[in-house]
């Protein structure tokens, strides 16, 4: 912790992201109509004047209001815009990256520790669980707690399959415990699965598959982008978490918890996600910038973040329609500038703390 | 060699069929009807009569499966019929289906379908009930039980009283009054349907090219993907080119005076140009380089957009009278995918060069610059080189937006421009084909580092790739 504090490159990213931070928090009262910047971020005013540069005034009565970053295509107010992409952008970086994290640490769990050998499972059990999820979805959709409603959002689909996926497993653990025990067991071999899952995934180009997905959906949303950008780059940090794990189980303190006995779970929760939490800091770090990025590469490409919600890429397409309002492009491009630069040194500055690898 | 060759091929087939398999699922959840489309590309859409225009629906419906089942197997609750996917057209069926979950009886809904049509049969004989033959029409798009119930409500409401639909209306009206939820036992039942359903279809057609064609111009898509795909991969290729010629110089220089000057500026150089935005980068390119908005002496480079042609000339004569335009793109491909190499590069040199074998080859008497390129860097060679091959997929992604940004018809662009006109069959096989041409360089790449690595025995992209970072 010491260290971490005496690296200034470190405190100053983390400052510069706190202030932004803050600034994000805020956005609602200082860049609004009666806020301090006197804008509000879709504000249209009667006298709004398209592409108007910075510091343009603008009088109506007694009252001044100044375009402190000018307007844009509309005559929108650049820089109350700009404040309002900063909790767009934060969501984005801050949630996709945890769901990255979640898929990856249990891919990486399954294909690190357990590998290819250890897991044996009745192929009853399997078939078992597959034919009562399939039940279950069957009446689920039938009774009309399915999917095909109308009006299903995002949210409701991942409650969906959380709840058949937790159901179906303790209804397979809760019958096969009361009748068929030992019939016959097969290998599930996680690591070559995951492995071969990784290969298939890196085979698409990232923003190629972003653009199927984000093609298919009828209604874009903000939690749409963070869930697809959060799924997609799964396998990087799996690969690591991987490896990692794979370096650990040689340690031997690993090997003599085996030993003693303690339970897999016991082992996974208290022995190895304690001792990979360094390695899930750094990349982390790096994950929520280039998750930032990618939403705003989309965005740019006018795909993703809808129309009415407010984010810097969309503003960076915006300001190719007139190139002479260099206003327009230097604000969103500096902050995702900024921001990606500053995650990059927090994972950057981290690996040297921690003694690993640097990535870049 | 031979056998890992073999093996590293067979990989590749898994991979595909999964990959076929996806594109398939998201072009089957794609929204609008294909069939539509076809009809109006065409052009047989106006003056046709309701029975003329359902044939011609039907014709390309049947044409183009999509009077078929999706998978070889179907699991259906009980009550449905076998023949549920023949109804046409998609919103009908569609109607079909939501009644039918929320009644469970064919047989009601089947005749509220034949009263409806036959009433729709009488009224389109003579022209003067049009506006109740309108009102009927609308009732087949509507989206379930209850919106039917509703539309039904008002068209009595208003036609009802006139005596000649009287009779009309009633038998429609009993046959939605019949429209109740029948009480029975519900399971799902297996319904196997063979070779005839559309992801069979679909497969086969990815592979012959005269019947996947365009929803916009009717051109074979692999025609399109074909032209898109040789800017893409030449552009791709040049850029990946410079990036491997530059971040080597630039590792080996930064690695040799570690420590001066020139490898902290050059360091803090490419650690900025890691975080810059390819897309930000290249439209400050765009802006600056190209137009004398800002000075005429930053107007080196000519404006975006390949230069009109104006008879047929093959691509390759296009592409060198083109090449003046594609040098700012390139220029800005590599400064997007050069930094992570090169400090790569620069770092596993310097690791290799804390080595015992480094002291051994100084103590012989070597050159500081012998010692570099004879020993440290091959060392470092084959991470630089599995780097070079991973990062292709990345290249393509940079080379959307670099083509959205300078207007050059490559593959991203075209992806960009079929997904805004809804061309699903051109959007998903690009999806096929950039995956496909992807795999190619893996599988390239690995095949080299396989000749200069043979110790390193296998993959390094794919397949067993994964079990190098042990």
């Not at chain 1, 044996?120 to 059990?125: A, D, F, I, K």
């Not at chain 2, 008879?311 to 009278?321: D, I």
């Not at chain 2, 080859?361 to 004879?374: D, N, P, Y």
Request: with cysteine.
């Amino acid at each position: 912790m010491k260290k971490m504090l005496k690296d200034w490159r470190l405190v100053l990213a983390l400052a510069y992201l706190s202030l932004l931070g803050l600034l994000g928090i805020l956005s609602d009262s200082i860049a609004s109509s009666d806020g301090w910047l006197s804008f509000g971020p879709h504000d249209v005013s009667s006298q709004a004047e398209i592409f108007s540069p910075p510091g343009t005034v603008e009088s109506s009565g007694d009252t001044k209001k100044v375009h402190v970053l000018g307007t844009d295509q509309i005559g929108r107010d650049v820089a109350s815009r700009l404040i309002h992409g900063i909790p767009v952008a934060f969501a984005v970086g801050i949630f996709s990256s945890l769901i990255t994290l979640i898929i990856a640490l249990i891919f990486g769990v399954l294909s690190g520790y357990v590998g290819d050998n250890t897991h044996r499972v009745s192929l009853m059990h399997i078939l078992l669980f597959m034919f009562l999820f399939g039940l279950l979805h069957f009446y689920a959709r039938e009774y009309s707690f399915g999917l095909d409603r109308e009006g299903v959002v995002e949210f409701q689909i991942i409650l969906y399959f959380l709840i058949m996926f937790l159901g179906t497993s303790i209804i397979t653990v809760v019958l096969s415990n009361l009748s068929f025990k030992k019939i016959q067991d097969v290998r599930v071999p996680w690591d070559s699965l995951v492995l071969r899952l990784i290969e298939i995934f890196k085979s698409i180009p990232r923003l190629f598959l972003l653009l199927a997905f984000f093609a298919v959906i009828t209604s874009p949303s903000i939690l749409w982008v963070v869930l697809i950008i959060g799924f997609i780059r799964w396998p990087g940090l799996t690969r690591i978490i991987r490896a990692e794990i794979l370096n650990l189980k040689q340690e031997p303190f690993i090997k003599s918890a085996e030993l003693m006995g303690l339970s897999k779970w016991k082992i996974i929760s208290s022995h190895i996600l304690p001792n990979i939490y360094q390695p899930i800091l750094i990349l982390t770090a790096f994950n929520m910038g280039s998750a930032i990025l990618i939403e705003s590469s989309l965005s740019f490409l006018q795909i993703g973040i809808p129309g009415d919600a407010v984010s810097w890429g969309r503003m960076l397409g915006d300001a190719r329609q007139q190139i002479s309002a260099w206003w327009l492009a230097i604000g969103p491009g500096l902050l995702i500038f900024s921001m990606i630069l500053c995650f990059n040194t927090i994972g950057n500055r981290l690996s040297l703390i921690f003694e690993k690898n640097q990535l870049i | 060699m031979i056998h890992f060759a073999l093996r590293r091929i067979a990989l590749i087939i898994p991979t595909l069929i999964i990959i076929l398999g996806l594109s398939f699922a998201l072009r089957d959840l794609a929204p609008g009807d294909e069939a539509i489309r076809l009809l109006e590309l065409e052009g047989t859409f106006q003056g046709m009569s309701k029975t003329e225009y359902e044939q011609s629906y039907q014709r390309i419906a049947r044409k183009f499966a999509l009077n078929r089942p999706q998978f070889y197997f179907s699991i259906l609750p009980n009550y449905f019929p076998d023949t549920l996917h023949l109804v046409l057209p998609k919103s009908k069926r569609f109607l079909l289906t939501n009644m039918l979950r929320q009644t469970r009886d064919w047989n009601a809904v089947q005749s509220f379908h034949s009263s409806l049509q036959r009433g729709i049969a009488e009224l389109e004989k003579s022209t003067d009930h049009k506006d109740v033959y309108n009102e009927l029409l609308k009732l087949e798009t509507e989206k379930s039980l209850l919106d039917v119930r509703s539309r039904f409500q008002r068209i009595q409401q208003a036609f009802g009283k006139q005596s000649e639909y009287n009779s009309l209306l009633n038998r429609i009206g009993e046959s939605i009054e019949g429209l109740n939820r029948a009480h029975q036992l519900v399971y799902p039942k297996f319904v196997w349907n063979g070779k005839d359903c559309k992801f069979h279809f679909w497969i086969a057609r990815t592979f012959r090219t005269s019947e996947n064609i365009s929803l916009v111009d009717g051109v074979p898509v692999y025609t399109k993907v074909w032209r898109a795909l040789k800017w893409t991969v030449v552009m791709s290729s040049i850029a990946l080119l410079f990036i491997a010629i530059l971040a080597l110089v630039l590792g080996v220089t930064q690695a040799y005076f570690e420590g001066s000057a020139f490898d902290r500026f050059s360091s803090t150089f490419l650690y900025l140009l890691y975080a810059i935005p390819l897309f930000w980068l290249a439209t400050m390119a765009v802006v600056f380089f190209t137009t004398p908005e800002y000075g005429t002496w930053t107007d080196i480079f000519p404006s975006i957009g390949l230069k009109p042609i104006f008879e047929k000339v093959s691509f390759w004569s296009e592409l060198v009278r083109n090449l003046e335009q594609i040098v700012l793109p390139v220029i800005c491909m590599t400064l997007g995918g050069i930094s992570y190499l090169a400090v790569q590069l620069r770092s596993d040199i310097l690791e290799n060069l804390k080595k015992p074998f480094i002291v051994a080859a100084r103590s012989k008497g070597l050159s500081e610059m012998k010692v570099l390129t004879r020993h440290a860097l091959p060392n470092a060679f084959l991470p630089y080189l599995t780097i070079l091959t991973g990062s292709i997929p990345a290249i393509f992604t940079g080379s959307v937006i670099i083509e959205v940004i300078f207007n050059i018809p490559g593959i991203g662009r075209l992806m960009l421009d079929s997904i805004t006109y809804s061309d699903w069959p051109v959007v998903f096989s690009i999806l096929v084909v950039i995956s496909i041409t992807t795999i190619i360089g893996y599988l390239i790449g690995d095949l080299l580092l396989m000749k200069l690595f043979p110790k390193s025995k296998g993959s390094f992209n794919l397949g067993q790739s994964t079990l190098s970072s042990q």
